[in-house]
T-cell receptor, first 115, second 115 residues
Framework: ETGVTQTPRHLVMGMTNKKSLKCEQH?????MYWYKQSAKKPLELMFV???????ENNSVPSRFSPECPNSSHLFLHLHTLQPEDSALYLC??????????????FGPGTRLTVL | AQKITQTQPGMFVQEKEAVTLDCTYD???????LFWYKQPSSGEMIFLIY??????QNATEGRYSLNFQKARKSANLVISASQLGDSAMYFC????????????FGKGTTLSVSS
């Protein structure tokens, strides 16, 4: 595997279900991100992990719970979601080195549908 | 707060022609980076080009060039010799020069290339 992978690619869940999205980066990066992309809206940052510590949480509802067990893996745990949470969830990673500008590499995304 | 504005919801161009996608940004910081990403219908975000706020020359990557006008706070993407495979959504993004900060995206422009 190369780059950034995400599983599953598609997920349909009911509002009472609990599921998890997984992201894995094979680039040796030290920062990982979750973004949400809803129809006709800009990508919204959800969470940032730098060196496995959460550094930003953009007022995301508690029904979304991130986990970063190591620098290569990032999870997004989902529970009691709402239909408006249906979106494309994108994971990204980057190598942060003293503020230098490094592009973020994105995974293919998980398309989530909440019924 | 930082903001990215893309005023063109959709653009149409014929093969082999050049096209300019507009992007303006707003920030009070002096040190930042500007990025363009391409998102095909498959959903993945593909990095195209980067421009640093202190770079004096416009960035170029193959058929992509970034027309950076700092005083006007604009960072337009120019695609020369358009190809059918260029049909996609294009996002302009910005991040500050701080470790662990994430990208702030515009709403995107849909580019359609016809033969």
């Amino acid at each position: 595997e190369t780059g950034v992978t995400q599983t599953p690619r598609h997920l349909v869940m009911g509002m009472t279900n609990k599921k998890s999205l997984k992201c894995e980066q094979h680039l040796g990066h030290n920062a990982m991100y979750w973004y949400k992309q809803s129809a006709k809206k800009p990508l919204e940052l959800m969470f940032v992990y730098s060196l496995e510590e959460r550094v930003e949480n953009n007022s995301v509802p508690s029904r979304f719970s991130p986990e970063c067990p190591n620098s290569s893996h990032l999870f997004l745990h989902l529970h009691t979601l709402q239909p408006e949470d249906s979106a494309l969830y994108l994971c990204a990673s980057s190598q942060e080195e003293g503020g230098s500008y490094n592009e973020q590499f994105f995974g293919p995304g998980t398309r989530l549908t909440v019924l | 707060a930082q903001k990215i504005t893309q005023t063109q919801p959709g653009m149409f161009v014929q093969e082999k022609e050049a096209v300019t996608l507009d992007c303006t940004y707003d920030t009070s910081d002096q040190s930042y980076g500007l990025f363009w990403y391409k998102q095909p219908s498959s959903g993945e975000m593909i990095f195209l080009i980067y421009q640093g706020s202190y770079d004096e020359q416009n960035a170029t990557e193959g058929r992509y060039s970034l027309n950076f006008q700092k005083a006007r706070k604009s960072a337009n993407l120019v695609i020369s010799a358009s190809q059918l495979g260029d049909s996609a959504m294009y996002f302009c993004a910005m991040r500050l020069n701080q470790a662990g900060t994430a990208l702030i995206f515009g709403k995107g422009t849909t580019l359609s290339v016809s033969s």
